[in-house]
């Protein structure tokens, strides 16, 4: 049988893959229902304190299959299928962005559609000379979906995002990394050794306070300024009762490297 994603576990983390080149790793209801088995499992494992996304082939994700919302059309249940597959995008969007670990994804090839918002809801993403951003949903009379456009606005702005979404722009990986829409720039030749060593400087840090300084970046969308800093007053007084935040700071008065729990 078919393994849409493949799980891959290391010394504390996890490598998850989109595993259906031939198809450009786009989403279809088994791709994504196979994606959201995938992420929800590592979300509620123990074992795992962070984890990397990554794509088999030369493509990231070509976004929507468009075969099979071909065949709903011809079948006349296209409006079903984009029901179940939009939620199962969505759930798994939320599951990414709410879990607490830090997630990473790499992206070495063309990301399109909906594998935008699949790639931006990581925490820190990783963008090589192969990859490229491209809108698609103008193309296809379609609209952003999976989180594509929150993820968008949220690194560029409204008007930046309009532009791209609107002309069914792309942008480089260079390109998004110079303007915000990735974390780094990294070399194709060299990005998995940079991917899997910046994860595994993640899992070894204090996972207590990467889940609630991600909680933070979470809220900022929505809250004003005076219930942020109340949310974050919150989170320093939270994290100060930890065992790793006592070893963080005698290390730093030492002058040593800390040593966290990493639970």
Known sequence: MK????????DGYARLKLNHPEKANAYNAEMAKALW????QLRWDDEVGAVL?????????????????????DNNTITDAMEELSATLNATVLAIRRMEKVFVSLIDGVCAGAG??????ADISLATENALFVAGYIGIAAVPDGG???????ALGKPRAADFFLTNGRISG???????LVSRFVKSDTAESSAVKLVESLV???????????????????????????AERQGIILASRTADFR?????FIKKEAPQFNQK
């Open 247 to 251: 070893a963080g700071v005698g290390a």
């Open 37 to 40: 088995d995938a992420v929800r």
């Open 148 to 154: 594509s456009s929150f993820a968008v606005i949220e």
């Open 3 to 10: 393994e849409f994603v493949t799980i891959e576990k290391i």
């Open 204 to 230: 070894r840090g204090p996972r207590r306070s990467q889940a609630a300084t991600k909680d933070i970046l979470a809220k900022m969308p929505g809250l004003s300024l005076a219930e942020y800093v109340e």
């Open 116 to 121: 935008l918002g699949m790639a931006l809801s």
């Open 174 to 180: 260079e390109e998004a990394a110079k303007i915000g």
């Open 53 to 73: 996304l990554e794509a088999e082939g030369p493509l990231f994700s070509g976004g929507g299959d468009l075969v099979t919302f071909q065949q709903g059309i």
